[in-house]
């Protein structure tokens, strides 16, 4: 019974960083394209059937009629084996798979859009036997959300039934679910709007679970009305989600290019640079160590106010086995790794980060064959050296997870690294997007796009109520700024 | 001259022929004459000494040598009639006699006769067998005259010793002196009362010569000691030691009776060509006056026998005789290995002869000593049946019975009993069976050869009895070919003479032994397995496994102890098995993890009294002792008490941090819940450092040594046991900041502290929550009210809920005060710890130095100045 999560990919953006993250955790549990297991990886499956037949064993020898999985025979019989002392494939894929009647591995993920053209792309790729058909969610209309917020948040609204059905049926086909994880950009229209029509439905529907997202921050201009979007989307975020991944497109534009021999990147492959990141941060639960196997454990130690919950990632090294024609390797040990991890060209979020900005905590999840006094060595070198500054207010330390590297998969690189952090200076971020709506709403360009929809036809007031939309945001810079300094105890008396 | 008589026949079989049954009446004719006591019993005595000696090396001399005594006692009644006959020649021959002579005519004549040599020189053979002669004896200090000597107030009274050997009812033993006894020197004695005169020269030889015989009684005393079959208490018997150098002595002392006897003959040889003397003598002893009568066993004149060849002869035995009477000096006071240290420093003696012949009494001596080791060496088998091993059994489990511990195949029944049952047989055959003794270590070998030795057998005495059947025929087969690789030969001989052959027989069987006890362990019997699970299952490694043990046992451990049932808590571990990757662990692991209810007080909780224990059997236990299960044990309980707090922690974080955006209209709350959000994130913080510590430094570091331990796999199970040993240390001075300073161990107490802290402000946010809540309905009920929807209630609680509210504030500030002092008292206790990884954890604590890590005044009240100004940043 392990902790579920439900992935939910929305809108182009989502769909496809989300296929590309679940090519990759087939490739490192050993799970071919069409669901069933690779012949290599089959010792040590958590399929039904061999739980069963292994409860059997512990009462007689495993008896060779269960012929129906292999996994069954192929648990160690005895001790000797020498396999139970390495356990190099002792990973826990139910979190975030299920296995069909056929023991197939279904991935715990529902996939919406509002037009056909990604799914069909998943649909007919290798991975097409991977995913639940019924799984796939596509609005009736097919005409897309047009980069607007508000078209994207009413079709949401349209399919309420068939997604809350969607969704609570994946939620009761899980014993005890944590949470959901959204992948989508704020800059369109399907992830952000008819994401945020997601966060307000699953907050409500499911308080005590959570909220995890990976949001995926727009560059300049991709869209035109993206200003509205953002901040509308953002408010959701702010509000309903409990934590957000920020990935930068910018940042990650920037760090392809940095890191590939290539003087422009593809959207495929910063698609590859992000799963690789949400890979990695949930690697943890997927290869259970001591500590941090659930979310929960992961997040709370990074989120201290409800506010407060948005994150920035950096990775490092990013490598030909991660993205295609990536540079070659260097040399990685956990200092280095974690040294380039707090080096701002490694981070997916590019804002300035200026003086009094300061990291509220760290959590470093360090992946591969790594000697645990290496690690100890590492933190304390970097707390000599003073390389990350922390917050004034209270107790905030670079946590080190360490975590398994998949054992199908071969990597060029000894130790990857992986970081979430909560810093302050990612208020720059949020600015710079009230700037931009500011801009965009003084003009009061294309305002009329979003005029047709219910919740904008009477007034704007969704804009311009006191309470909302720049309000939230302004407020979560406001408390990011604040948290840079001592008196962030008595915040709350302030406001 | 009764006295010889009587000692004769000691020398020969006694009543073999007739003559010497006529010769044991004049014995006691001599007894009653001359009232000798000491020569009493001698006459028939069996058990004299050079009778047994010779009667077992000689086989044929008593027979010639009765005959030949027959012989000589006529011969020397001639000679005495003789003695008469010459007196009366005296003037005749006066001129002719040389000077010589003529002195000693004088000094007769003065009454002083000079003491005819030959006399003495027969006397001299009784001395050198420590025996009185008739004119020359022992001068004794009796043991009376000893203590007299001390408290000249003693009165002499007949004391029987303690020690002294039962009369056997042939009267007391003649010129055994005994080591009581100490000789002083030779006595000249004139028996028939005419005083003789020795000249001092004689005197002095006699002195020297003398000595071999105290010597030879001295180590003749030894080995009639030794072999006194009336000792039956075993502690007293003859040692294997002492049995072979008793053996070696006799042969020693049966070839200085040889000489003896040889001597003797030489002295005798020229008698048997003077018949006339003969008949003169039987003459004689038919003479009616028995007064006159001096039966004389003399040496000839014409022998050529003298004192000087005497001296010359026996020369070569003094040295011998020496160094065995100091051997057998040593030897009552040593045994066994220390006895042959003892003789093995003879060896280091710079004489040649003396270092040989050490060689010599070594190489007997040592041969049980090699006997043993070679059967402790290649069989693990201690064969000592006389406690003289520098290996032997442990006096304290002697009792216990050691059979060979094989697992049973039980079909699933009662095999968790029966393991408990003896659970520490392979331990205490380890640990306690055998135990080493420094002191009856051979010198030759130092004592980390020793230690190998002892671990060498006791490599193969475990494999032998503490492991299966199989591994001992697997472990003998391999020693027997390397053995025929390497000496070409079934075993080795070892001797004390070839040590760096016995260093490399022993080096080498002891790689093997050793090598081969730790496969077993590691390879048979998977040792790191089980360590593993151990690791992973009680020291809550597996991570999985432990938040599904606890979301499946929290809510019965939440009940009191008493309430709790065993079986309910073994199905929850099943199912926290079954579905945590547990499951893939082989069921001869997981069938050892099992819940153990620690006996309850009668307030405790289901928390307090549960315990999740691993089970070993033989012969793991040699390694998972008691004791380490015991360390397990206690680590347990710390981890899942941590493990308890922060998934309390976290579930408070995730009801409570985001659900309250939704009472964001409750003003009034929105600052206290920022207060606790703070407070909660300290929490956060500090458990996840501290749970990161205990895994990360705490357990992982250690492991990973003791992993490279068994990969290396050197040295023996006595390694083993202290790596293992070593590695829970390290994880409880980490984990359960276990030291030797007091004040150091306060600091687990200030950790205990802490947690209880979070516990109790667990609840308090919870009583918040729930306040929030009350107040948001209010509220909601206000509106409602105010709408006319539903009838106001009639009490609007609004002030009871603002004092409530404030309490709870101030109960919320207390309790984050008091966990910021905890924890600066913490940060501060560990900023000077002694174990620089236990101050790792101080470093965690306060990575952005919010805890003073040293007492300064300034710190402790104001921390305004944040490292920014002074640092570069590198982001």
């Known amino acids: ?495 | 001259m009764s006295t010889a008589i009587g000692h004769r026949p000691a020398i020969s079989t006694g009543k073999s022929t007739p003559s010497t049954n006529i010769l044991s009446e004049t014995a006691s004719d001599g007894y009653s004459r001359y009232n000798r006591p000491s020569s009493s019993a001698a006459a028939s005595s069996s058990s004299h000494p050079v009778k047994t000696a010779m009667s077992r090396n000689v086989v044929e001399q008593p027979q010639s040598r009765s005959e030949k005594e027959s012989a000589s006692s006529s011969e020397d009644h001639q000679i005495r009639t003789s003695n008469s006959d010459r007196r009366e020649d005296e003037e005749m021959d006066n001129r002719t006699k040389p000077k010589a002579q003529i002195m000693r005519e004088w000094r007769q004549s003065q009454g002083k006769t000079p003491r005819d040599t030959d006399l003495l020189l027969r006397d001299m053979l009784y001395l050198l067998q420590g025996i009185d002669g008739k004119y020359a004896r022992f001068s004794k200090k009796s043991r009376f005259e000893k203590q007299k000597e001390v408290n000249p107030y003693l009165v002499e009274k007949p004391i029987r010793r303690a020690g002294a050997r039962p009369d056997k009812g042939k009267g007391k033993e003649v010129d055994l002196f005994t080591d009581d006894e100490e000789i002083r020197g030779i006595d000249f004695v004139d028996p028939d009362g005419e005083p003789h005169y020795v000249s001092p020269a004689l005197q002095m030889i006699i002195v020297q010569l003398a000595e071999l015989g105290v010597l030879y009684r001295r180590v003749y005393n030894y080995i009639q000691s030794k072999q006194d079959p009336s000792v039956q208490d075993p502690l007293r018997e003859a040692s294997m030691t002492e049995q072979s150098l008793c053996h070696f002595l006799e042969t020693e002392l049966a070839d200085y009776l040889r000489l003896l006897t040889t001597l003797e003959e030489e002295m005798h040889k020229d008698n048997a060509i003077m018949p006339g003397d003969h008949n003169q003598n039987r003459d004689e002893a038919m003479s009616p006056d028995p007064s006159s009568l001096v039966v004389q066993q003399v040496p000839t004149e014409r022998s050529g026998m003298t004192f000087q060849k005497l001296a010359l002869w026996a020369g070569d035995f003094i040295l011998k005789v020496r160094l065995m009477s100091s051997v057998v000096a040593e030897a009552g006071k040593t045994r066994g290995g220390a006895l042959i240290s003892t003789i093995y420093v003879f060896t280091m003696h710079g004489d040649p002869f003396t270092r040989d012949y050490s060689n010599r009494i070594l190489d007997e001596v040592s041969k049980p000593f090699f006997l043993s080791l070679q059967r402790w060496i290649s069989s693990g088998v201690l064969h000592d049946p006389f406690n003289e091993f520098f290996v032997q059994v442990n006096p304290e489990t002697r009792g216990q019975h050691f059979g060979r511990v094989a697992l049973r195949d039980d079909m699933g029944f009662g095999y968790r009993g029966d393991v408990s049952s003896r659970n520490d047989i392979a331990y205490t055959i380890w640990e306690k069976r055998y135990i080493f003794r420094k002191e009856m270590l051979p010198i030759f070998l130092n004592e980390d050869f020793g230690k190998k030795i002892f671990s060498t057998g006791k490599s193969i005495n475990f494999i032998r009895y503490g492991c299966r059947d199989t591994d001992w025929d697997a472990t003998e087969r391999q020693l027997a070919e390397v053995r025929k690789d390497e000496f070409n030969m079934a075993f080795p001989v070892l001797t004390h003479n070839d040590i760096a052959g016995l260093e490399s027989t022993i080096d080498l069987t002891y790689k093997i032994a050793s090598k081969r006890l730790l496969d077993i362990f590691f390879d048979q019997y998977n040792l790191m397995d089980h360590l593993q699970a151990i690791k992973r299952y009680i020291l809550l490694s597996a991570g999985d496994f432990a938040e599904l043990l606890h979301r499946n046992l929290g809510p019965r451990l939440d009940r009191p102890a008493s309430k709790l049932l065993r079986h309910h808590l073994t199905t929850d571990i099943e199912t926290a098995i079954q579905e945590s990757n547990a499951r893939f662990e082989s069921p001869e692991i997981l069938q050892r993890l099992d819940a153990r209810l620690q006996t309850a007080k009668p307030n405790d909780s289901g928390w307090d009294c549960f315990a999740l224990e691993y089970k070993v059997e033989a012969p793991i236990n040699a390694v998972l002792d008691d004791k380490a299960l015991a360390s397990y044990d206690d680590l347990f309980g710390h981890l899942w008490r941590l493990r308890r707090v922060s998934t309390k922690l976290q579930s408070n974080w995730l009801a409570h941090t985001f659900a309250i955006r939704r009472y964001k209209h409750l003003k009034e709350f929105v600052a206290v819940w920022h207060q606790s959000n703070i407070i909660q994130a300290q929490m956060v913080h500090f458990m996840s450092e501290l749970q990161a510590f205990c895994h990360l430094e705490g357990i992982a570091v250690p492991w990973s040594e003791f992993v490279k331990f068994s990969e290396q796999r050197n040295g023996d199970l006595d390694e083993l046991i202290a790596a293992h040993r070593s590695y829970l240390r390290a994880m409880s001075s980490k984990v359960l900041l276990r030291s030797k300073n007091r004040e150091e161990e306060a600091l687990f107490d200030v950790i205990e502290t802490a947690l209880s802290k979070i516990m109790s402000f667990a609840e308090i946010s919870n009583q918040l929550y729930q306040l929030t809540v009350r107040e948001s309905t209010r509220l909601d009920n206000r509106k409602m009210a105010e709408r006319g929807i539903i009838a106001l209630s009639n009490i609007d609680n609004a002030d009871q809920i603002k004092e409530e509210r404030q309490t709870l504030e101030r109960r919320l500030r207390r309790c984050g005060e008091d966990f910021k002092s905890t924890l600066q008292e913490l940060v501060y206790g560990l900023g000077t710890h002694s174990n620089s990884e236990v101050k790792f954890l101080g470093l965690r604590l306060s990575f952005n130095d919010i805890y003073a890590m040293r007492k300064t005044k300034a710190k402790a009240t104001s921390r305004t100045e944040p490292r920014n100004g002074n640092t570069k940043q590198n982001i």
Request: net charge negative; hydrophobic share 35%; charged share 20%.
């Open chain 1, 1 to 495: 019974m392990p902790r579920e999560i439900i992935s939910l990919q929305a809108g182009q953006a989502g769909n496809q960083i989300g296929s590309e993250f679940w090519k990759k955790l087939c490739a490192e549990h050993g799970i071919a394209p069409n669901g069933t297991l690779e012949d290599w990886a089959i010792q040590g499956t958590s399929s039904l059937s061999s739980q069963s037949a292994n409860t059997l064993a512990h009462m007689h020898p495993p008896s060779p009629t269960n012929q129906v999985n292999a996994a069954g025979g192929t648990i160690p019989s005895n001790v000797g084996g020498g396999s139970a002392y390495t356990h190099g494939a002792m990973d826990r894929k139910d979190g975030f798979f299920y296995q069909a009647d056929d023991d197939h591995y279904v991935p715990r993920a529902i996939l919406i859009d509002t037009e056909p053209r990604v799914l069909n792309n998943i649909r007919t790729s290798p991975f097409k036997d991977l995913f639940n058909p019924e799984n796939f969610y596509l609005s009736k209309s097919g005409g897309g959300a047009g980069n607007n917020w508000a078209k994207g948040h009413e079709l949401g609204e349209e399919g309420k039934e068939e997604l809350m059905e969607l969704i609570n049926r994946e939620a009761d086909g899980s014993d005890s679910l944590e949470g959901f994880m959204l992948t989508h950009s704020i800059a369109g229209g399907t992830g952000s709007g008819l994401g945020s029509y997601l966060l307000e439905r699953l907050s409500d529907h499911f308080p005590k679970k959570l909220l995890h997202t990976y949001s995926v921050f727009p560059g300049d201009g991709d869209v035109v009305v993206q200003p509205y979007n953002n901040l509308l989307a953002t408010k959701r975020l702010v509000e309903h989600a409990d934590s957000v991944i920020m990935v930068d497109n910018l940042a990650l534009h920037k760090l392809v290019e940095d890191n590939m021999e290539l003087s422009e990147a593809s959207f495929r492959q910063t698609n590859q640079l992000v799963s690789t990141v949400m890979a990695a941060s949930t690697t943890t639960l997927r290869y259970p160590g001591y500590m941090n196997n659930d979310l929960v454990g992961l997040v709370s130690s990074l989120i201290p106010t409800p506010r407060c919950h948005f994150l920035m990632t950096a990775y490092t090294p990013f490598t030909g086995d991660d993205i295609e024609k990536g540079k070659s390797v260097r040399r990685t040990t956990v200092l280095d790794v974690m040294r380039r991890l707090l080096q701002p060209k490694n981070r997916l979020v590019s804002t300035p980060f200026s003086q009094p900005s300061c990291y509220m905590s760290i959590l470093n999840i360090i992946q591969g064959d790594v000697d645990p006094t290496d690690v100890h060595k590492s933190l304390l070198r970097i707390r000599e050296r003073q390389l990350a500054t922390f917050i004034p207010w209270g107790a905030a330390s670079i946590q080190v997870a360490l975590a398994k590297k998949s054992p199908y998969v071969q990597s060029s690189h000894r130790v990857s690294g992986l970081m979430i952090a909560n810093h302050t200076g990612i208020h720059v971020r949020f600015s710079r997007m009230l700037r931009e709506y500011d801009q965009a709403r003084r003009i009061g360009s294309y305002l009329h796009q979003y005029k047709q929809y219910p919740m904008f036809s009477k007034d704007f007031s969704e804009f311009d109520d006191a309470r909302q939309v720049q309000e939230v945001v302004a407020e979560l810079v406001d408390e990011y700024k604040a948290a840079e300094h001592e008196n962030y105890l008595d915040y709350g008396n302030g406001a």
